[in-house]
């Protein structure tokens, strides 16, 4: 789906991420409602949303949840307890046995974490390893923590990031954009899935299309969201619109008809299309293909 990512994209790029939506990994209620959810991916939490008493049960719902299956085309990732809590050991050991497509490490600081977790995985594992960025030093080393062994995704923690730096929460976010935009860059120079933080007022419907939209002209894939209620605003602001494709469409066709005429370079609506004009626009076309494929 990346397509001017510099590394071959998995099979992980060629789905859409316009929502991913967190559960409570102690709530069965929730997890069983999460398969009828129009979510692109889900993320089965044993960390943040679950208190200390709920971990065991959690943990045993989740891995039974993944096993089970019924998710249909959703990717499914575990968010598992940090790996120097109590929990975190046991959670590891029960994600890598349960086989969910991604399992998402909190708080990396570092890429020896994600190297110590790659190297537990075995030879043809087909889990891969998702970090949580919301650390001032994940930050600083995104780069390295992206280019570790195994990686798929980020996923922006912009609550603990928030925490940590000490700075307040503001409809433009431009205390956190820095930071933002370092993993977004990391992300994308090796080719991984890039996602954005929560929205926390997820009753406020304007507030959350609004941050969205900030999201996706970043250039995030998609949202991660707390409450199905947000499911809709995320998957229509992460999705092509109507004269997105139209554009696309027409810079295709329009670069097209002047190779074949030996022109290396097209004019449609009194602007240049060349070549990596249409590579963009041919990942639009693939990103709206793959979201039709979801249904
Ligand atoms: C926020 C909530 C506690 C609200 O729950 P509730 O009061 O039960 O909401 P509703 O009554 O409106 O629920 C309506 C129905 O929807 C189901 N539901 C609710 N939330 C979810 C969900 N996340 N996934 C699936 N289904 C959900 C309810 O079961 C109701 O179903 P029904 O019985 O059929 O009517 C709650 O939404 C919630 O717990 N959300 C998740 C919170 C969470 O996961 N937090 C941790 C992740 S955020 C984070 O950690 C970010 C990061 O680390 C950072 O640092 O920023
Ligand atoms: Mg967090």
């Not at 939506?21 to 929730?30: D, E, H, K, W």
């Not at 249909?72 to 050991?89: F, P, Q």
């Not at 499911?231 to 092509?240: D, G, K, Q, V």
């Amino acid at each position: 789906m990346r397509c001017g990512a510099t590394r071959t994209p998995g099979a992980g790029r060629m789905h859409p991420y316009r929502s991913v939506l967190y559960m409570p990994g102690s709530n069965p209620r929730a997890l069983e409602k999460a398969r009828s959810l129009p979510a692109d991916a889900l993320i089965l939490d044993l960390e943040d949303a679950v208190a200390p008493d709920a971990k065991g049960t959690a943990r045993d719902l989740v891995t039974a949840a993944v096993r089970e299956g019924g998710f249909g085309k959703r990717r499914l990732l575990v968010r598992i307890n940090a790996l120097d809590t109590e929990w975190g050991r046991a959670d590891l050991e029960a994600a890598i046995a349960a086989r969910p497509h991604g399992i998402l490490l909190p708080k990396v600081s570092r890429p020896e974490l994600i190297e110590t977790v790659a190297a537990g995985l075995p030879e043809g594992h087909p889990s891969r390893v998702w970090a949580m960025m919301e650390t001032p030093e994940g930050v600083l080393n995104a780069a390295a923590i992206a280019g570790a062994p195994r990686m798929e995704g980020f996923v922006l923690g912009t609550n603990d990031l928030a925490k940590d730096l000490g700075t307040r929460h503001r409809p433009d976010r431009l205390p956190l954009l820095h930071a933002l935009s370092q993993c977004l860059l990391a992300a994308r120079a090796a080719g991984l899935v890039c996602l954005d933080g929560v929205y926390n007022a997820f009753r406020d419907e304007a507030g959350l299309e609004a941050e969205c939209a900030q999201g996706r002209d970043m250039g995030f894939d998609g949202k991660t969201l707390i409450h199905p209620v947000q499911l809709e605003i995320a998957n229509r602001i992460f999705a092509p619109s109507e004269e997105e494709l139209a554009l696309a469409r027409a810079q295709v066709a329009a670069f097209e008809e002047a190779q074949a005429k030996g022109l290396g370079v097209a004019v449609l609506d009194g602007r240049i299309v060349e070549n990596l004009h249409v590579e963009t626009a041919r990942r639009t076309l693939a990103k709206a293909d793959a979201i039709a494929r979801m249904s």
